[in-house]
């Protein structure tokens, strides 16, 4: 089914970059009535369905940019899934954890957490062949949730490292200039990057945690869920809307709201729990100095 956009603005001139790309939405789910999570995955805006016909686990899913595999964890390992089949082939084999994977911008490589060599959580960087690059931290601390920039410069991640209370970190590809930018004593963490690179979501505080945007250099940081109960593990659907997991009336879906308009939408409704959302949309391009695009997700039933 060809990708179809159609634009209605105002003194906007927007061009399409990606014919025929589709938009994805991948989360972990409860859904199979046991307590095994399995990653399921919504394609231009459909109702989700199992991405693979595996027994095992799979939790933190992370779509490629370019839309075509899955990144998750399965058993303390990090496995690859393909959009179009459901493939799957396993990037590590450890005795110890492995997970939280997360793409670089040209969907070669994958940043993630480990505890391999001395047992600490530490950031580290590898092929998509399983082919380890680097050692990004190494800390006697927990670092982790790792997200790589737009620009393939930096990456964001969490980390305990300032008296053991999680916080939001930046540093340099190569692991250099680590710069903490949440804090202090917040309790934040789990960042993600806006798609132009100028914002950083994250979401702050522990049982009655919410969600929020800040730039790059820490400032700015901006309350965007503003509810009652448990918002956490943000994913931005373009560059004005960010969805997120969401406890409403005892129940977790995944939830997005428009930062234009304040719209929130309820994106997954389902009674078991829907968490760890991770989102690609077809690039487009606009014109400088004329605005931006925003994209909207439906609502996706059960």
Request: include cysteine; charged fraction near 20%; charge should be negative.
């Given at each position: 089914?060809a ?9 906007l001139?927007?061009n ?14 409860y ?15 459909q ?19 370019d ?9 303390s390992e ?37 505890a391999?060599?001395n047992?600490h ?15 990004l ?6 670092d982790?949730?790792?997200a ?5 410069s ?14 939001v970190?930046?540093?340099r ?17 789990v ?29 700015s ?18 560059n ?43 690039s ?19």
């Amino acid at each position: 089914m060809a990708w179809v956009l159609v634009v209605v603005c105002f003194g906007l001139f927007v061009n399409p970059l990606m014919v025929g790309a589709k938009s994805v939405l991948v989360f972990s789910s409860y859904r199979e009535g046991s307590r095994t999570p399995y990653i399921y995955i919504s394609e231009d805006h459909q109702a989700p369905h199992r991405l693979t016909d595996n027994t095992d686990e799979e939790f933190f899913p992370s779509i490629s940019p370019d839309g075509r595999e899955v990144a998750y964890t399965s058993n303390s390992e990090i496995m690859v899934a393909s959009v179009s089949t459901g493939n799957v082939r396993q990037l590590t084999l450890n005795d110890v954890w492995d997970g939280q994977p997360a793409w670089s911008p040209d969907s070669q490589k994958i940043v993630f957490t480990s505890a391999r060599e001395n047992g600490h959580s530490n950031i580290w960087v590898m092929d998509t062949f399983g082919v380890v690059l680097a050692k990004l931290t190494d800390t006697p601390y927990i670092d982790w949730y790792p997200a790589w920039s737009p620009d393939g410069s930096q990456i964001a991640f969490t980390s305990d490292r300032t008296e053991f209370i999680y916080e939001v970190f930046l540093m340099r590809v190569d692991g250099s200039n680590v710069r903490q930018l949440t804090g202090p004593l917040s309790k934040s963490g789990v960042p993600s990057w806006s798609p132009d690179g100028h914002r950083i979501a994250y979401f702050n505080g522990e049982f009655d945690s919410e969600i929020y945007t800040m730039a790059t250099d820490g400032g700015s940081h901006k309350n965007i869920s503003d509810h009652l109960g448990q918002d956490w593990h943000p994913t931005w659907i373009d560059n004005d809307t960010i969805a997120w997991s969401a406890t409403r009336e005892g129940q977790t879906d995944i939830w997005s709201r428009s930062l234009l308009t304040g719209v929130m939408v309820q994106i997954t409704n389902h009674t078991a729990q829907d968490v760890h959302p991770s989102a690609v949309s077809p690039s487009i391009a606009i014109t400088p100095n004329y605005g931006r695009l925003p994209v909207y997700w439906g609502e996706l039933k059960k």
